[in-house]
């Protein structure tokens, strides 16, 4: 089995800084694609960004220039370095993988989920 466990969230004024760190434990053989999710209040749960098993990255257009996805591969670690953060920012945000691991000799792939940790931007 593989856990995903978020940490870093907290309560911060508009224009401070979060790091989200996102860290994959268990039957690991590789990680193919990370990506932080977000859920507001109300609303449906919206892609913030996304990083490839390389260094390729995507953000939603809120976020662009503003958050930095990146990845520590020995440490099974992704990260979200959240800057000029603003009230929009709000929600509960959630670490995916997509990962793959040997079982004898079929390989298998899922998507996993971590359980969320809380960011609050107040103005």
């Known amino acids: 089995q593989v856990q995903l466990v978020e940490s870093g969230g907290g309560l911060v004024q508009a224009g401070g800084s979060l790091r989200l760190s996102c860290a994959a434990s268990?039957?690991?053989?590789?990680?193919?694609?990370w990506g932080w999710y977000r859920q507001a209040p109300g609303k449906q749960r919206e892609l913030v960004a996304s990083?490839?098993?390389?260094?390729?990255?995507n953000y939603a257009d809120s976020v662009k220039g503003r958050f930095t996805i990146s990845r520590d591969n020995a440490k099974n670690t992704m990260y979200l370095q959240m800057n000029s953060l603003k009230p929009e920012d709000t929600g509960v945000y959630h670490c995916?993988?997509?990962?793959?691991?040997?079982?004898?000799?079929?390989?298998?792939?899922?998507?996993?989920w971590g359980q969320g940790t809380q960011v609050t931007v107040s103005s």
């Open positions: 995916n993988a997509d990962i793959g691991a040997y079982s004898g000799i079929r390989y298998t792939r899922r998507q996993y």
């Open positions: 990083i490839t098993s390389g260094t390729s990255a």
């Open positions: 268990g039957t690991i053989g590789s990680i193919n694609a």
